[in-house]
């Protein structure tokens, strides 16, 4: 085992991204105003490896369409979530698609870096956790960690992987710290991790809301109620083993979810519940989620909508108690 | 300028007859309904897409759109798969997942054709790119129509290109119309080509009749590209003498018959015809055997399709992901 110390979320995914530029030549960087990063341990990388694009979100996510396709490996930094929308062309249609339109033909290894920055009175344009729109768009891989020992790893399995993969990035936890191997340390996609074990309530939380699920774990377990954490950390592919163990266990399901409640990922995985696991259930599935309004700008208003450690006991309570 | 040798001169008829040969049968499998889906033929617009590809290496790559037959017939496939996958067979090109507006033939460069309009420009920015880091020196054609030129995508990837000299070329088939829409209707300048001033790259016009005319120009533009010294912006003017897409009851309204017929009187098999006869590199018999050996092609195409099995209800799953985990649920 290699050493681990501690990093935070944000200095795990430089720590990924620089690895894996040094291990393979191929991969190289795109995004906006990254030219700053050639100032500090990107400099060894040279300037072909490092692409500060101009605003221009739909030409340079279809580039890196194209440079996948011909051998490349790009990471695209699109900084921020709600942009995606503006190259939602090149990511769903094309990157998504075109290995399955070419036969098989076409390989796109590309990773689409997304920042998630809801919570910080951005307003409505600048924070959405779009993340359930691509598990909805066959073809894109999606993955979602919570802790810097996962933002590392499944950086790095994204960049090996041969598929596109989105890689949502939750801006909240950017500070927080957590062990870390030192060197390479990839995640293997479609492997929840279970944070915590327990035995009353299967409680899967995504993004942030692992950090409020965790905390409300604690309150609740003084409380007498026994509650198991699990993090699918990627949702495309989606560890169904891993969740739907865990339901037949506890016979009671809580998603926590900071995206809107409307075909989230919250609801695809209650209805993998209802589906495979119904004989086992013991109570209706319940989800914490974001409401579905456009996100206020105000903190006051902000504030009360996103899966929070009290909103998300309440719910297990009410599970338990049912 | 760089002038084609005789026996390319010779091949570029054989790939316009067969890309015409190619399209005319397209059409018919498509109005007796043995064709799925739409099928926009070339028909007319030969000599640009031909001239264009002559004028690249093997190892070039091209990205192309929903008129999509073409491209890669120009760049060198095999027309069997082709076929194949405009009757959703197996054997097709893409194993019956594309169809007629999205064929890719990635063993002679063809990265695909894409039903999205202007879409594939950026593609082909990447794809030069990625020749420039990995040290080759391939270029990258993206093939697009006038009316993909208003699209952002296409704004977009021409400064991209310019700002670090990629070696692409833009490669407009100005047909004069997107569907119904005329280019004056619908478009800020005259021609296409001026629209490369503003990203300071070469804007050329060229005769889109004329294979020769397209080849040099194109291969001029390669030239420079392969140098490193930047991307260009071809506009071929050329004409599409059926309906933007066959078979699917679009209304004639938007132009006139005596339109189609100068055009006609344009035609750019026959100018090359001609243009080959008058250098005695083929009697009118050697022209003739040309256009009868592509059409026995498409026919053997045809036949080799019929006879492919109807994909495996599986095969649409097995293509989803490269790397395992995941495939379609
Ligand atoms: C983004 C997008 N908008 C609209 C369409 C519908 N559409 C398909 S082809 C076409 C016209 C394209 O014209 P042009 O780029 O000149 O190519 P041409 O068909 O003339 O070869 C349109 C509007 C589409 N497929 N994609
Ligand atoms: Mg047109």
Known sequence: ?322 | MPTPRPELLIEMQRRMWRVRAFDERAVELRHAREIHGPVHPSIGQEAACVGACMALREDDTLTGNHRSHGHPIAKGSELGPLMAELLGKATGVCGGMGGSMHLADFSVGSLGETGIVGAGIPIAVGAGLSARVRGTDQICIAFFGDGASNHGTFHESLNLAAIWKLPVLFFCENNGYAATTSLARATSVEDVAERAAGYRMPGVVVDGQDAVAVYEVTAEAAARARAGEGPSLLEAKTYRYLEHAEGEGIPGFYRDAAEIERWRQRDPLEIHRQLLLDRNLLDAAGADRIEREARAEVDAALAFARESAEPEPRAAFDVVFANSGGSGT
């Not at chain 1, 990924?16 to 500090?40: F, K, N, P, Y």
């Not at chain 1, 094309?94 to 290894?109: C, D, E, H, S």
């Open chain 1, 1 to 322: 085992m290699s050493e681990t110390r501690e990093l935070s979320y944000a200095e795990a995914i430089h720590e990924a991204q620089i690895l894996e530029m040094g291990r393979d030549a191929s991969v190289i960087l795109i995004g906006e105003d990254i030219h700053g990063l050639t100032l500090g341990p990107y400099a060894e990388f040279g300037p072909e490896r490092l692409w500060s694009a101009p605003i221009s979100e739909s030409g340079f996510t279809g580039m890196a369409v194209g440079a996948a396709l011909t051998g490349l490996r790009p990471i695209v930094d699109l900084l921020i979530s709600s942009l995606l929308y503006v190259a939602m062309d090149p990511l769903v249609n094309q990157a998504g698609k075109l290995r399955a339109m070419t036969g098989g033909q076409a390989k796109v290894p590309a990773v689409f870096r997304c920042g998630l920055w809801h919570g910080s009175s951005y307003a409505a344009q600048h924070s959405d956790r779009p993340y359930p729109l691509f598990m909805n768009s066959p073809g894109l891989k999606v993955a979602i960690p919570a802790t810097p020992a996962d933002a590392k790893g499944l950086l790095q399995t994204a960049v090996r992987d041969d598929d596109p993969v989105m890689i949502f990035e939750d801006r909240n936890l950017a500070h927080e710290r957590g062990p870390v191997c030192e060197g390479d340390a990839p995640v293997p996609f479609g492997q929840a991790r279970v944070h915590r074990e327990g035995s009353d309530v299967t409680l899967v939380a995504i993004a942030s809301a692992v950090r409020e699920a965790l905390a409300a774990a604690d309150d609740l377990a003084r409380e007498g109620i026994s509650v198991e954490v699990i993090d699918p950390r990627t949702l495309v592919p989606l560890d169904r083993e891993t969740l739907l163990g865990s339901v037949r266990r506890t016979g009671r399901l809580v998603v926590a979810d900071p995206a809107h409640r409307t075909c989230g990922a919250a609801a695809e995985i209650a209805a993998l519940a209802a589906e495979e696991a119904f004989d086992a259930l013991r109570a209706p599935v319940a989800r914490v989620t974001t409401p579905d309004v456009p996100i206020p700008f105000s903190p006051a208003l902000e504030s009360k909508l996103y899966p929070s450690q009290q909103g998300i006991a309440d719910a297990v309570r009410r599970v338990a108690r049912y």
